[in-house]
């Protein structure tokens, strides 16, 4: 499988941003899907997953009420439509993918596959 993000940009806070992650393969509509994000100087950490039907989704703390995350598996896309963003949103976002169920979906030690990474720059 391969991720490919794209979606990152400069914003204002406040503001809002779409990124999107689309996948190659035909497994996708079988695989967890997840974004972590990774500020300058911190550790990666969990964002958002969706499970592979769609029908359940989860969030950080930090970005619950805000974010909501998607995904289309016709098109082999999911999206993370990122609301009232915060200059504490600045980081580069990676989606991730992974088959099955297996571990905590927050670690990032679970997924198998990673797309490159988009920035998203909130300004205040």
């Known amino acids: 499988v391969q991720l490919q993000a794209s979606g990152g940009g400069l914003v204002q806070a406040g503001g809002s941003l779409r990124l999107s992650c689309a996948a190659s393969g035909r497994a996708f509509s079988s695989y967890g899907m997840a974004w972590f994000r990774q500020a300058p100087g911190k550790e990666r950490e969990f964002v958002s997953h969706?499970?592979?039907?769609?029908?359940?989704?989860f969030y950080a703390d930090s970005v619950k009420g805000r974010f909501t995350l998607s995904r289309d598996n016709a098109k082999n896309t999911v999206y993370l439509l990122m609301n009232s963003l915060k200059r504490e949103d600045t980081a580069v976002y990676y989606c991730a993918a992974r088959p099955g169920a297996v571990g905590d979906f927050r670690s990032s030690r679970t997924y198998n596959y990673w797309g490159q990474g988009t920035l998203v720059t909130v300004s205040s």
């Open positions: 969706i499970v592979w039907s769609g029908e359940s989704t």
